[in-house]
């Protein structure tokens, strides 16, 4: 069974600009949730969505925004990037509400400059 | 809310020693505890969960973690360290246990470092 799946895995942007992540999650996986990784602040969550709806959303600004479609794919979206977005991004699927364990794509490394 | 403390950024062992890394939680339900390793540029793989039944959880490679109610830790061992467990560990939390979903609080991360 593939795994979960990102890209593009990496990135570089300029400040100001917009990008956009894709995340495939495994077969049958239903929810997909995902994170930023900064040296600084450590793993932080952005939101969760299930069945093409956003069921849970971090503590970041309104730049960040994403997506779900209906065959469980996701994508997250960053307008006007900052500097301070530079950032892992992961995402995660699982076989919520069965299961809450989640599984972990590698990652889309972005570097604004 | 949930949150997660992680003792120690850094652990050094000696490869076949003993490997503690700690982690103390606070929940204001019953949690529901996860370890994850990241190697370096890659995503997390989980190595073990807690979800409220065997108090003492085994895991992959050789790891497992005792769940402590009353120290509200969760600290992951292995008896003898090998060098290809040089990594980062992360300590998690779930905001939601038992909804079937599944945000998850993470500590800080604690780097492993094995010397032969």
């Known amino acids: 069974k593939a795994g979960v799946t990102q890209t593009p895995r990496y990135l570089i942007k300029t400040r100001g600009q917009q990008v956009t992540l894709s995340c495939s999650p495994i077969?049958?996986?239903?929810?997909v949730s995902w994170y930023q990784q900064t040296p600084g602040q450590g793993l932080q969550f952005l939101f969760e969505?299930?069945?093409?709806?956003?069921?849970n959303k971090g503590n970041f600004p309104g730049r960040f925004s994403g997506r779900q479609f209906s065959n469980s794919r996701s994508e997250m979206n960053v307008s006007t990037l900052e500097l301070g977005d530079s950032a892992l991004y992961l995402c995660?699927?699982?076989?919520?509400?069965?299961?809450?364990?989640?599984?972990f794509g590698p990652g889309t490394r972005l570097t604004v400059l | 809310a949930q949150s997660v403390t992680q003792l120690g950024s850094h652990v050094s062992v000696s490869e076949g020693a003993l490997v503690l890394l700690r982690c103390n939680y606070s929940?204001?339900?019953?949690?529901?505890l996860f370890w994850y390793v990241q190697y370096p540029n890659q995503g997390l793989q989980l190595l073990l969960k807690y979800t409220s039944a065997a108090t003492l959880v085994k895991g992959i490679n050789g790891f497992e973690a005792e769940f402590k109610k009353s120290e509200t830790s969760f600290h992951l061992t292995k008896p003898s360290a090998h060098m290809s467990d040089a990594a980062e560990y992360f300590c998690?939390?779930?905001?939601?246990?038992?909804?079937?979903?599944?945000?998850?609080?993470f500590g800080k991360g604690t780097m492993l470092l094995v010397s032969p």
């Open positions: 929940s204001s339900v019953p949690p529901y």
């Open positions: 998690a939390v779930s905001d939601t246990p038992g909804s079937g979903y599944s945000t998850l609080t």
């Open positions: 969505y299930f069945s093409e709806t956003q069921r």
């Open positions: 995660a699927s699982s076989l919520a509400p069965v299961s809450n364990e989640q599984f």
């Open positions: 077969s049958g996986h239903r929810s």
